[in-house]
Nanobody, 120 residues
């Protein structure tokens, strides 16, 4: 069993910054990809950013100039900061991991999600 514990989120003023953290624990063999997706009301879940164990990153075009993502492979944690947030980025943000767990099963895990509201 694998647990993802997300922290951060809440109410952010327009133009403000968001910092999210996620820690994975449990029966982990190796996590290849960690990152964040988000789902706004009435919309599909979409990529925000991911980072591989080798440090390669993948960003959504809408955030790539405003975002920093980093991970600690030894601690199985990922941190993300997004600056200059806009009201349209109000969403539930989900931690995402992909790797080998337990008896080397290759699969993805999702966190429960943390609500982010961008509003004055």
């Amino acid at each position: 069993q694998v647990q993802l514990v997300e922290s951060g989120g809440g109410l952010v003023q327009p133009g403000g910054s968001l910092r999210l953290s996620c820690a994975a624990s449990g029966s982990i063999f190796s996590i290849y990809v960690m990152g964040w997706y988000r789902q706004a009301p009435g919309k599909q879940r979409e990529l925000v950013a991911t980072v591989t164990s080798g440090g390669n990153t993948n960003y959504a075009d809408s955030v790539k100039d405003r975002l920093t993502i980093s991970r600690d492979n030894a601690k199985n944690t990922v941190n993300m900061q997004v600056n200059s947030l806009e009201p349209g980025e109000t969403a539930v943000y989900y931690c995402y991991t992909y790797g080998r767990y337990g008896s080397s099963t290759l699969r993805a895990y999702w966190g429960q999600g943390t609500q982010v509201a961008v509003s004055s």
